[in-house]
């Protein structure tokens, strides 16, 4: 008898509930039972892709009993009750980042989610991107003996509408939350954290109270230093690099554009593609890894995404980082 599919409901259809449609799509065991958002247009064009149904009323993924797993890509203040609401129905919940923005709200369900029967993960996918991966167990298959400092550069193209800078829980919380994820699989616990933040270019973040630049500096229980480099835009594209340095070496993952073609003309060398777009086209391959790897937890019982634990220690990093950026100070963990 084969095996029957993984029925998910995707909350959420916008940027990133688009993406993660797509990978349950093209996930065998897996498919997509509703698709549910506030906006019916949003929800009814992206479930009529994939032959779902759509609905409006999120009540329906708990009351119906057609969904066994979530995946929860609306805004983030959304995800704590979602998360809370699926434990109770007893229905697996794949969370976009951040947690939610106030560290407080986020430890009042941090029991319960201990305590939960059904798996719950959070989408801190980049862990996933198959050059950070390489890298990671490299590292940790000791390629570099100790690993000494860990540096980061994440630029976005260009950025967010302000109506979503706005809503975004700021800079830290919103995009960098992503690279202090990465710092921590790394380096492990965090406990210094300096920050320097400027408005370097845009007035509309500005006018929302909040940064488009950015340099953190961190260090972590056992000593290693992770410099993260960060901006609301880069004028030739995504900006996606990582150099771990070791005793022994250094290992690097350099920007991605779709082709290694170099073209040499009378008027340029060397000259390439421009880089990959933006996160839907960079980290394409890691949100279908973090699928696969949630479906295998749910099958095997492991735990194998990041939990909703991490997701909690990344929201203290830009806690600490916001606070840093606005006193000057060094915040201590
Ligand atoms: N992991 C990543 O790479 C990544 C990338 C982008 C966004 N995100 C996260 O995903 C979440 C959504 O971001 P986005 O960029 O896709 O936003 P978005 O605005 O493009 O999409 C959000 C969608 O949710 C819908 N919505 C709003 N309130 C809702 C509700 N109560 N119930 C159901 N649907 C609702 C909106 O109508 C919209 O279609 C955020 O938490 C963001 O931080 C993660």
């Keep these: 008898m084969s095996k029957k599919n993984l029925r998910i ?23 997509i039972a509703v698709i549910v958002d506030a906006i019916e247009e949003s929800a009814a064009k992206l479930a009529a892709q994939y ?12 009351s119906k ?3 066994d797993a979530i995946i929860v890509g609306s805004p983030t203040p959304t995800h704590v009750d979602l998360i809370s ?60 003996g100790n690993l000494e400092q860990l540096i980061l550069t994440s630029r976005d193209p260009a950025p967010p509408p302000q109506a979503y800078v706005a809503v975004s829980g ?12 990465i710092a921590r699989y790394f380096v492990g616990d965090i406990v210094e954290v ?20 950015a340099l953190t500096n961190m260090r972590s229980a056992d000593g290693k230093l992770v410099s993260i480099v960060s901006s609301r835009h880069a004028a030739y594209g995504y900006d996606q690099r990582l150099e771990a340095f070791g005793e022994k070496g250094m290992l690097q993952v350099s920007n991605m554009a779709p082709t290694t073609v ?6 340029h ?43 909690c220690k990344a929201l203290i990093l830009a806690d600490a980082a916001t606070e840093s950026a606005k006193t000057g100070r060094v915040v201590k963990l």
């Design 9 to 31: 409901g995707v909350i959420g259809a916008g940027r990133i509930g688009i993406v993660h449609s797509g990978s349950v799509s093209d996930t065998p065991g897996a498919e």
């Design 51 to 62: 032959g779902a149904k759509h609905t409006t009323n999120v009540d329906d993924i708990f």
């Design 65 to 67: 009993g057609d969904v």
């Design 85 to 144: 609401r699926a434990i109770d129905a007893g229905i697996h919940v794949l969370c976009e980042k951040p947690v939610d923005l106030d560290i407080n709200r986020a430890n009042s369900i941090k029991e319960k989610v201990a305590n939960a029967k059904t798996n719950v993960s959070i989408g801190f996918n980049r862990r996933y991107d198959p050059n950070f991966a390489a890298v990671y167990a490299r590292v940790k298959a000791g390629e570099l």
């Design 170 to 181: 700021g800079i830290f919380r919103d995009q960098v939350i992503h690279d202090f994820d």
């Design 194 to 213: 300096s920050t320097f933040a400027t408005n370097a270019f845009s007035s509309e973040i500005k006018a929302e109270g909040d940064f488009d630049t």
């Design 262 to 267: 170099r073209s040499f003309k009378a008027d």
């Design 269 to 311: 060398s060397e000259q390439r593609d421009p880089y990959l777009d933006f996160f839907l086209e960079r980290y394409a391959a890691s949100y279908r890894k973090e699928l696969a790897l949630f479906i295998e937890s749910i099958e095997t019982g492991k735990q194998l995404n990041p939990t909703y634990e991490d997701g």
